[in-house]
């Protein structure tokens, strides 16, 4: 997938976590062992580290699947080279996951935990 075709899903699902209440923290955080594509801020103030997926057919897994152990303890290193920079107390953190299926959008809040990664 193209890095335009990949902006315009994320961008997509940034509008979609908007309005459902989520405030824009940081987008496209990138650290040695990899990049948060969004990070927000819930209605109740929990920090929500944000992995968009995609796939543009059914003929494949689903884009969920493709989040492997890897690419979770990609995400976590990423998560933790962020709040390492974190001004304040740390909020409650979670790891949420947008997907795009042969068009349609899927939430998938808290789908992992840090330490299942």
């Known amino acids: 997938m193209s890095k335009t075709l990949g902006d315009a899903f994320e961008a997509h699902a940034l509008d979609y976590l ?15 062992g990899g990049e948060l594509d969004l990070v927000m801020l819930d209605a109740h103030g929990a920090l929500v580290f944000v992995e968009v997926r995609a796939r543009r057919s059914r003929r494949f897994a689903q884009a969920a699947a493709s989040i492997d152990a890897r690419k979770r303890a990609r995400l976590v290193r990423a998560a933790e ?22 068009g349609r959008i899927h939430w998938l809040p808290d789908a992992f935990r840090a330490d299942e990664a």
Do not use: I, K, Y
């Open 81 to 102: 080279h962020f709040l390492a920079t974190w001004r304040g107390a740390l909020p409650a953190c979670r790891f949420d996951v947008v997907t795009f299926d042969a």
């Open 18 to 32: 908007q309005r459902r209440r989520m405030r824009l923290v940081a987008r496209n955080v990138t650290c040695r």
